[in-house]
């Protein structure tokens, strides 16, 4: 046998034909748009709890902190007029100084300095109930909307956390979560907890309830249900139980959860 009949023979392709080079590149396209945005998720929901879990962890540490020097919260001066501009002198004693490099600033000056930041409720379809007074930003970026409410006999500081501050979606249950500010009578402790009523103690359900039947007569009277769900859509309070059942699931985000 010659030589060339030789290497004829046993000679094998070298490359690859363009119709094989464009089935590889439709395949890896393929697998590129069923997976990349699988993980894009996975990753947004792993920074969720972490920011989630450092919010906790800033308040809850700024709490104890405030009570060695100022006492129980339970005996904290809160303001007895909701709204005014003792919320900022509370905040200016009981929280500022044991938030590192902290802002503070009014309602009014903080929509005056970013007037493009607005908020979405659970479900998206509008700002929802959020309301504050005072405003107060950390050195890392998260937001901190302070609320105090008087109601006939009962009062009570709500503490909004955008925890990844002026960058998008800021959307209840998404980024923006609610803190209950105020001790409640449980005692010293530093009680900073995640917004719940005393009607959630009796599982997880409770969280993820999404109100009345949409149009029913209890809908349009009764609107304030808290449940974390998008079916949650007359509930001037969609989304606040959001935060609770992140940390009632272990700290992470369900499958179920209304992402």
């Not at 395949?27 to 919010?55: D, F, H």
């Amino acid at each position: 046998m010659c030589y060339n009949s030789y290497m004829k023979k046993y000679s094998y392709k070298n490359g690859f034909t363009l119709a094989e080079v464009l089935i590889t590149l439709a395949v890896v396209g393929i697998v590129a748009v069923l997976t990349i945005p699988n993980l894009i998720t996975k990753y947004q929901k792993k920074q969720t709890v972490s920011g989630l879990r450092a919010a906790y962890s800033i308040l809850s540490n700024a709490a104890r902190l405030s009570e060695a020097e100022n006492g129980p919260m339970s005996t904290w001066d809160y303001p007895k007029i909701s709204g005014t501009e003792l919320m900022g002198v509370f905040i200016e004693k009981y929280y500022l100084p044991y938030l590192r490099s902290a802002k503070l600033m009014t309602r009014s000056e903080f929509k005056s300095m970013y007037p493009k930041y607005s908020v979405k409720n659970l479900s998206g379809t509008g700002e929802g109930h959020m309301i504050y007074h005072q405003v107060v930003i950390l050195s890392n970026g998260m937001i901190l909307f302070f609320n105090d409410v008087q109601y006939g006999t009962m009062s009570y500081l709500w503490i909004y956390v955008d925890i990844n501050g002026l960058a998008g979606p800021n959307r209840i249950g998404r980024d923006i979560f609610v803190f209950d500010g105020k001790s409640w009578g449980k005692g010293s402790n530093a009680y900073i907890s995640f917004w719940t009523s005393a009607g959630c103690m009796q599982g997880r359900a409770c969280f993820t309830q999404a109100g009345p039947i949409e149009g029913s007569e209890e809908a349009e009277n009764n609107r304030g249900y808290y449940g974390c769900s998008k079916d949650n859509k007359y509930g001037y309070y969609a989304g606040y139980y959001c935060g609770a059942l992140i940390r009632y699931d272990g700290w992470k985000i369900a499958d179920d959860y209304p992402w």
